[in-house]
């Protein structure tokens, strides 16, 4: 049973920030690189960034010097410092293993909603 949960979401306007974190089954977590990924309505799950079991991070190019992801591996659990947010970085946010090759539906957690308001 996959055990990730997405918290930390809401409405906030451009140019405001948020924090997610994720909490993560040691299963997923211990010895996996981890992902922050997103999906906008009408869009496929993309993945936003991604950090390493050491640490070694790497992002997408629209989030990068805005979005800081973090992981605490004594704790299982992630992060994703989000700043200057853009009504573009609406949409529904998920944390998960990297890469995602074998990853079905029944693998993801509900997400948390990220809105931002223009």
């Known amino acids: 049973q996959v055990q990730l949960v997405e918290s930390g979401g809401g409405l906030v306007q451009a140019g405001g920030s948020l924090r997610l974190s994720c909490a993560a089954s040691?299963?997923?977590?211990?010895?996996?690189?981890m992902g922050w990924y997103r999906q906008a309505p009408g869009k496929q799950r993309v993945l936003v960034a991604q950090i390493t079991r050491y640490g070694r991070t790497n992002y997408l190019d629209s989030v990068k010097g805005r979005f800081t992801i973090s992981r605490d591996n004594a704790r299982n659990t992630m992060s994703l410092q989000m700043n200057s947010l853009t009504p573009e970085d609406t949409a529904v946010y998920y944390c998960?293993?990297?890469?995602?090759?074998?990853?079905?539906?029944?693998?993801w957690g509900q997400g948390t909603q990220v809105t931002v308001s223009s």
């Open positions: 040691g299963s997923i977590f211990s010895s996996n690189a």
């Open positions: 998960n293993k990297y890469p995602r090759v074998g990853l079905g539906p029944s693998d």
